[in-house]
Nanobody, 123 residues
Framework: EVQLQASGGGLVQDGGSLRLSCAAS????????IGWFTEAPGKEREGVSC????????DYARSVQGRFTITTDNAKNTVYLQMNSLKPEDTAVYYC????????????????WGQGTLVTVSS
């Protein structure tokens, strides 16, 4: 059974940092890409970042480039999203998801989703 467990959310002030973790199990981790997505009230789910566990290819939404860094620890089957210089507009529920297609910021390409973790950035 594919399982993805996101954690690390919380309340942080404008300009602060958080590190999210996505622990995966139930599939061959190296053959998949992991993506991070946000869901905010009144908005559609959006891709933030992704990483291909096979070759380390990464992609970022323009809004987070230079502030967020995605990394993978294949030994621990865990993907991390380091979020620096957080802004109030980053406030959302963050989800991680897995796909065998490859690193993409398109939510529809992911068929395995974890539960979300709430990130709140106060101004």
């Amino acid at each position: 059974e594919v399982q993805l467990q996101a954690s690390g959310g919380g309340l942080v002030q404008d300009g602060g940092s958080l590190r999210l973790s996505c622990a995966a199990s139930g599939f061959t981790f190296d053959n998949y890409a992991i993506g991070w997505f946000t869901e905010a009230p009144g908005k559609e789910r959006e891709g933030v970042s992704c990483i291909s566990n096979s070759d380390g290819f990464t992609d970022y939404a323009r809004s987070v480039q230079g502030r967020f860094t995605i990394t993978t620890d294949n030994a621990k089957n865990t993907v991390y999203l380091q979020m620096n210089s957080l802004k109030p507009e980053d406030t959302a529920v963050y989800y991680c998801a897995a796909t065998s297609i490859g690193c993409s910021l398109v939510p529809l390409l992911y068929d395995n989703w974890g539960q979300g973790t709430l990130v709140t950035v106060s101004s």
